[in-house]
Nanobody, 123 residues
Framework: VQLQASGGGLVQAGDSLRLSCAAS????????MGWFRQAPGKEREFVAG????????KYADSVWGRFTISRDNAKNMAYLQMNSLKPEDTAVYYC?????????????????WGQGTQVTVSS
């Protein structure tokens, strides 16, 4: 499956952004999805995950209550709604697909990756 992330940009602290991940090539509903991010000088980290149907989600503690992951299997899309953004959310955000029922918090468990979209939050 091919993934393309979009929706990043430059925003101020407290603003919102919605990232999108467009999937093509295979049955999107067969893949659990994850969002990861990598800040400058830091390792890539798990942000959020969602299972095949969208009924089970998980978030990193740092974004819990502010970010929401969702998916629309009919449109082959996954989303990351980011509210109350903070400067520490600045990173390149990646979507990833895993050919199993449930997401994982480990990058190595994902089979496909999008190219990343930059999110910059100014204070």
């Amino acid at each position: 499956v091919q993934l393309q992330a979009s929706g990043g940009g430059l925003v101020q602290a407290g603003d919102s952004l919605r990232l999108s991940c467009a999937a093509s090539g295979r049955t999107f509903s067969s893949y659990s999805m994850g969002w990861f991010r990598q800040a400058p000088g830091k390792e890539r980290e798990f942000v959020a995950g969602i299972n095949l149907s969208g009924g089970i989600t998980k978030y990193a503690d740092s974004v819990w209550g502010r970010f929401t992951i969702s998916r629309d299997n009919a449109k082959n899309m996954a989303y990351l709604q980011m509210n109350s953004l903070k400067p520490e959310d600045t990173a390149v955000y990646y979507c990833a697909a895993r050919g199993t029922i449930l997401y994982s918090v480990r990058q190595s468990d994902y089979d496909y990756w999008g190219q990343g979209t930059q999110v910059t939050v100014s204070s």
